[in-house]
């Protein structure tokens, strides 16, 4: 029988500029303070920080170092090495958040921390958990399995935002609470608008009421400074990938003192059933959930020095640079296309939405949310995300800003939208 020879690759169909970013060997001429080196592509203006971040080659370097260590004697790595590590990491956390350390337990990501808290609450028929609008769709899919699955009454506060003040967001939200309320959940950055949320209010005012409240901070590190013990939020759920440019797989969940027995994880480890005099079921529970990968968690402080190292004022300063940036490269955007941004500039951090004509047809892109988020990254080689906001759908295009980008960034993309966006009006698109 004769057998057509494998062919080992065909990449003739992969887009060039993919291909060319390929680089796995740790680099470890690269130090803390070194400049961040990314692996983005040339050619490919990344203004989509937001969604999935990127992780600059010095943390991808140090996390190849711990792993080269956890397959030399995975025994050893699971068995002693993985909970000092978790600790120091922890710490790093604590350090940035200003937090008690022994609050902080890992996650793979924001999902599963916001995810976690709803399914420890042990709630039933008749609880209620109120949202608001801004939520995102992760958290509404948890929330709906619960009312579906319990019957818990899920109440979601339309909010409007960004098209409110921050006091109109949390009236509105506070207005949703009763006394089944036992749950309240606000984003701290609202994914679709990139709004700051009024995160510290919402949690004082629950507070005053006597009902828990769940920030979903999947934005928050690395992009505004944040203070738990002033914020004072029952729990904070976090991704690291996003802006602490920690590997994927990386987030934590903050509960205060009085919440962390009884948040456990969902799935149950091997360990879960041990009784440790010396270590609460609440770390160690989470720190080991099964046989994984937990290095992304494990590079927490490699990644937060690295970036703190960037700037003169560290993180902080790094958060403001990327801020200005963010905001004049929007600007550019929205005087180049006669548009506006979606709400004042103080109210967004290092993400911008920009409001764009709405399309009569409502059409959505082959691979994207809408056809001009295709066009832009296919014809243009530009990575942003074009979507519509919570409640209205108004159309908006995000733009972020982190230590790769550059004004002619915003500058490309000012060129790409006004282009196409006449292209859509000359077509009658615009409704
Ligand atoms: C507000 C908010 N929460 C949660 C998430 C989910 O983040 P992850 O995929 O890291 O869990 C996102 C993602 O963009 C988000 O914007």
Same mark, same amino acid.
């Given at each position: 029988m004769s057998m057509s020879p494998i062919r080992v690759s065909d990449h003739s169909s992969v887009p060039r500029v993919a291909l060319a970013a390929v680089d796995a060997s740790p680099q470890k001429s690269l130090t803390v303070s070194?400049?961040?080196?990314?692996?983005?592509?040339?050619?490919?203006?990344?203004?989509?920080?937001?969604?999935? $971040?990127?992780?600059?080659?010095?943390?991808?370097?140090?996390?190849a170092e711990l792993r080269e260590l956890m397959d030399a004697d995975p025994v050893h790595w699971f068995k002693v090495e993985l909970e000092p590590r978790a600790d120091r990491a922890r710490a790093a956390i604590a350090g940035l958040l200003g937090c008690d350390p022994e609050g902080v337990t890992f996650m793979p990501n924001a999902t599963f921390g916001v995810a976690t808290v709803i399914q420890s609450l042990d709630l039933g028929a008749g609880d209620e958990i109120v949202a608001t609008d801004q939520e995102y769709k992760a958290t509404l899919n948890e929330l709906e399995r619960?009312?579906?699955?319990?019957?818990?009454?899920?109440?979601?506060?339309?909010?409007?935002?960004?098209k409110v003040s921050d006091e109109e967001i949390v009236e509105t939200t506070m207005a949703q609470v009763t006394d089944r309320t036992r749950l309240v959940i606000m984003s701290h950055i609202a994914s679709n608008s990139a709004i700051v949320m009024p995160a510290a209010e919402l949690s004082r005012r629950c507070r005053e009421r006597g009902v828990a409240v769940l920030i979903d901070g999947a934005h928050g590190p690395g992009q505004v400074g944040i203070d738990l013990r002033e914020m004072a939020p029952t729990?904070?759920?976090?991704?690291?990938?996003?802006?602490?440019?920690?590997?994927?797989?990386? $987030?934590f969940l903050y509960a205060e003192a009085g919440a962390r027995e009884g948040i456990t994880p969902l799935a149950l480890s091997c360990r879960t059933a041990d009784v440790r005099p010396e270590r609460a079921s609440y770390l160690s529970d989470f720190d080991y959930i099964g046989t994984g990968d937990f290095t992304p968690n494990l590079v927490a402080p490699d990644a937060i020095a690295h970036l703190s190292a960037q700037d003169e004022g560290g993180f902080a300063g790094l958060q403001r640079r990327n801020?200005?940036?963010?905001?004049?490269?929007?600007?550019?955007?929205?005087?180049?296309?006669?548009?506006?941004?979606?709400?004042?500039?103080?109210?967004?951090?290092?993400?911008?939405?920009?409001?764009?004509?709405?399309?009569?047809?409502?059409?959505?892109g082959a691979h994207y949310d809408d056809p001009i988020w295709d066009t832009l990254i296919e014809k243009w080689r530009i990575q942003v995300p074009v979507w519509g906001l919570p409640l209205t759908g108004e159309r908006v295009v995000r733009v972020s800003a982190h230590l790769h980008n550059r004004l002619g960034d915003y500058d490309a993309l000012a060129e790409a939208l006004a282009t196409e966006l006449e292209a859509e009006r000359v077509a009658g698109l615009h409704g």
């Open positions: 070194s400049p961040v080196s990314w692996p983005i592509p040339d050619g490919l203006r990344m203004l989509n920080h937001g969604s999935y $971040g990127i992780v600059p080659r010095y943390v991808r370097a140090r996390q619960l009312n579906k699955r319990r019957g818990v009454v899920i109440r979601i506060a339309e909010t409007n935002a960004p729990y904070y759920a976090a991704s690291g990938h996003k802006w602490l440019c920690t590997p994927k797989g990386s $987030g801020h200005e940036m963010v905001v004049e490269g929007a600007r550019r955007i929205a005087d180049r296309c006669g548009i506006a941004l979606a709400s004042g500039v103080d109210r967004f951090a290092s993400m911008v939405t920009i409001i764009l004509p709405s399309r009569s047809d409502g059409a959505a």
